[in-house]
């Protein structure tokens, strides 16, 4: 146990809570200092994307936290994608090879309040409106500001963790020391939140247990469940050109687009236009940097370290795993501060640049080839490869969302699967016909070298 050592975490986010409160089970007394008001207490959204989607990283995570058990209440599985065409005809995908590969539907302020819920009964501070508005990297001393009273405050700790998301503040301090890398790239592309309400009985109005999407080439529609009967959609659109948010600035145009591109969801949404005006576009950005720490003062993680696209669903899962990771060098070195944030950053940094690059090729994925023919084809031989060898053709998918390998270790192997994949499927037409010694032989000679670790 370590009592004697203060830790301040920036940002009650997910990953905030979270890690607070492994921590705080270590012995270490912490706190956090969260600039927004407790969602708890005061209605308001609850930033970015009303929905998540769970899977088997953050569920690890969540579970060494003691917290997945009780958070069955509130999660929806999904057991894959359900594509709608523009005729409205319906299309499942199932996300992996049996019923137990799902992700989980869940609300990100339902989520965000069971975390800070379980962090403060286990002995975590929280402060509410405080904005760090910097640090001093030699002292480690924060400096806050008191949204309530425009006050300026200063904590002294043994550490500082900036879990304060991709505009991190800490990130910004660390920015001003010479010899930082940093990135960032956004997509042409904005997103925006809309709802399906629930029907008259409070009951789903589509396919309760799937993540439903309408892909048309460079746009999409996707929408995920939620425990009260409703459905959280994101639409993605460019920012600019035809078909983009640039081009839907009036009423008749967004029921217009909406009526010929997704009509079976056009007529489930009373309330689009209103929702449509009244939610903001945001934006999507992928940031890499490096150093993610400094000395044994401050660290950076999830987001702030490492902010990713949203399209495989990944950035929180991967954001827990980094809890996972740091707690479990913490057990092995102690508060050797400096250490740890070393090591975390060597582990952590290949595989967050990896998820990073793996994001940006599905958006390609969901907005474009999950309805192509080809691909659903590529699909059946893909889980038709891994029912014949499980233990060496893993689809890069399940890799990524349904088991803890490295993301670095599925971006390459997903790259020669996906080469094999090519190959296999160049000339075929039915899963029935596919060539079983020329996909063993290719298993063997260029899968079975590369470790699945
Ligand atoms: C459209 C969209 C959909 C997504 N879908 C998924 C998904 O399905 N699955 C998934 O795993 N991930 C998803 N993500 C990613 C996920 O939302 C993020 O990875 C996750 O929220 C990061 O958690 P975090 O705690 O690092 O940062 P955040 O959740 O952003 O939390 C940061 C916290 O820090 C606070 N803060 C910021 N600045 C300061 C400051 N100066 N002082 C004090 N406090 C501060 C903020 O108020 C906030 O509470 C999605 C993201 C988007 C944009």
Same mark, same amino acid.
């Given at each position: 146990?370590?009592?004697?050592?203060?830790?301040?975490?920036?940002?009650?986010?997910?990953?905030?809570?979270? #890690?607070?409160?492994?921590?705080?089970?270590?012995?270490?007394?912490?706190?956090?200092?969260?600039?927004?008001?407790?969602? /708890?207490?005061?209605?308001?959204?609850?930033?970015?994307?009303?929905?998540?989607?769970?899977?088997?990283?953050?569920? &690890?995570?969540?579970?060494?936290?003691?917290?997945?058990?009780?958070?069955?209440?509130?999660?929806?599985?999904?057991?894959?994608?359900?594509?709608?065409?523009?005729?409205?005809?319906?299309?499942?995908?199932?996300?992996?090879?049996?019923?137990?590969?799902?992700?989980?539907?869940?609300?990100?302020?339902?989520?965000?309040?069971?975390?800070?819920?379980?962090?403060?009964?286990?002995?975590?501070?929280?402060?509410?409106?405080?904005?760090?508005?910097?640090?001093?990297?030699?002292?480690?001393?924060?400096?806050?500001?008191?949204?309530?009273?425009?006050?300026?405050?200063?904590?002294?700790?043994?550490? %500082?963790?900036?879990?304060?998301?991709?505009?991190?503040? !800490?990130?910004?301090?660390?920015?001003?020391?010479?010899?930082?890398?940093?990135?960032?790239?956004?997509?042409?592309?904005?997103?925006?939140?809309?709802?399906?309400?629930?029907?008259?009985?409070?009951?789903?109005?589509?396919?309760?247990?799937?993540?439903?999407?309408?892909?048309?080439?460079?746009?999409?529609? !996707?929408?995920?469940?939620? !425990?009260?009967?409703?459905?959280?959609? !994101?639409?993605? #659109?460019?920012?600019?050109?035809?078909?983009?948010?640039?081009?839907?600035?009036?009423?008749?145009?967004?029921?217009?687009?909406?009526?010929?591109?997704?009509?079976?969801?056009?007529?489930?949404?009373? $309330?689009?236009?209103?929702?449509?005006?009244?939610?903001?576009?945001?934006?999507?950005?992928?940031?890499?940097?490096?150093?993610?720490?400094?000395?044994?003062?401050?660290?950076?993680?999830?987001?702030?370290?490492?902010?990713?696209?949203?399209?495989?669903?990944?950035?929180?899962?991967?954001?827990?795993?980094?809890?996972?990771?740091?707690?479990?060098?913490?057990?092995? &070195?102690?508060?050797?501060?400096? /250490?740890?944030?070393?090591?975390?950053?060597?582990?952590?940094?290949? $595989?967050?640049?990896?998820? *990073?690059?793996? *994001?940006?090729?599905?958006?390609?994925?969901?907005?474009?080839?999950?309805?192509?023919?080809?691909? #659903?084809?590529?699909?059946?031989?893909?889980?038709?490869?891994?029912?014949?060898?499980?233990?060496?053709? %893993?689809?890069?998918?399940?890799?990524?969302?349904?088991?803890?390998?490295?993301?670095?270790?599925?971006?390459?192997?997903?790259?020669?699967?996906?080469?094999?994949?090519?190959?296999?499927?160049?000339?075929?037409?039915?899963?029935?016909?596919?060539?079983?010694?020329?996909?063993?032989?290719?298993?063997?000679?260029?899968?079975?070298?590369?470790?699945?670790?």
């Amino acid at each position: 146990m370590h009592s004697s050592q203060r830790i301040s975490l920036v940002g009650a986010g997910l990953n905030g809570p979270l #890690l607070a409160l492994g921590l705080t089970e270590r012995g270490y007394k912490v706190s956090i200092h969260e600039r927004r008001p407790d969602m /708890r207490r005061v209605r308001m959204s609850a930033g970015r994307s009303i929905n998540l989607a769970l899977s088997t990283r953050g569920i &690890h995570a969540l579970t060494q936290g003691g917290l997945w058990e009780q958070m069955q209440d509130i999660v929806i599985p999904m057991k894959g994608r359900m594509m709608h065409s523009v005729s409205s005809e319906l299309t499942f995908q199932p996300y992996g090879k049996d019923p137990s590969e799902v992700i989980n539907s869940i609300s990100r302020a339902e989520l965000n309040i069971s975390l800070m819920n379980a962090a403060e009964s286990r002995g975590v501070k929280i402060r509410f409106q405080h904005r760090c508005v910097g640090m001093d990297l030699r002292t480690g001393e924060l400096r806050l500001q008191d949204e309530t009273s425009g006050k300026n405050v200063t904590v002294e700790s043994d550490a %500082v963790i900036g879990c304060d998301g991709s505009a991190s503040a !800490i990130r910004n301090e660390i920015l001003k020391l010479p010899r930082f890398n940093f990135s960032q790239q956004y997509l042409d592309y904005g997103y925006k939140e809309l709802t399906i309400p629930a029907g008259d009985d409070g009951s789903h109005v589509l396919e309760k247990n799937a993540l439903h999407i309408w892909p048309r080439g460079n746009y999409m529609l !996707i929408a995920l469940p939620n !425990i009260d009967g409703t459905f959280a959609c !994101i639409l993605f #659109l460019p920012f600019e050109g035809e078909n983009s948010f640039g081009s839907l600035t009036t009423q008749v145009a967004v029921q217009q687009f909406f009526q010929s591109r997704f009509p079976d969801a056009f007529a489930l949404m009373p $309330n689009l236009t209103d929702n449509f005006f009244a939610n903001p576009i945001g934006a999507m950005v992928t940031i890499k940097c490096s150093p993610w720490h400094v000395d044994e003062r401050a660290l950076l993680l999830g987001d702030a370290a490492h902010a990713i696209v949203p399209f495989f669903g990944q950035g929180i899962n991967c954001g827990f795993e980094d809890c996972t990771v740091l707690l479990d060098l913490l057990d092995r &070195h102690g508060p050797d501060w400096k /250490r740890v944030f070393s090591e975390f950053e060597q582990a952590r940094k290949v $595989n967050t640049d990896a998820i *990073a690059d793996l *994001a940006v090729e599905n958006f390609v994925e969901m907005r474009d080839k999950v309805a192509d023919p080809k691909f #659903l084809l590529r699909k059946k031989v893909e889980l038709a490869l891994e029912a014949k060898y499980p233990q060496q053709f %893993v689809p890069k998918y399940a890799m990524v969302t349904f088991h803890r390998v490295p993301y670095s270790t599925a971006l390459r192997r997903g790259q020669v699967q996906d080469a094999m994949l090519s190959e296999l499927c160049e000339s075929l037409e039915r899963v029935e016909d596919l060539d079983w010694s020329h996909a063993a032989h290719l298993i063997r000679t260029k899968l079975a070298p590369l470790e699945l670790s």
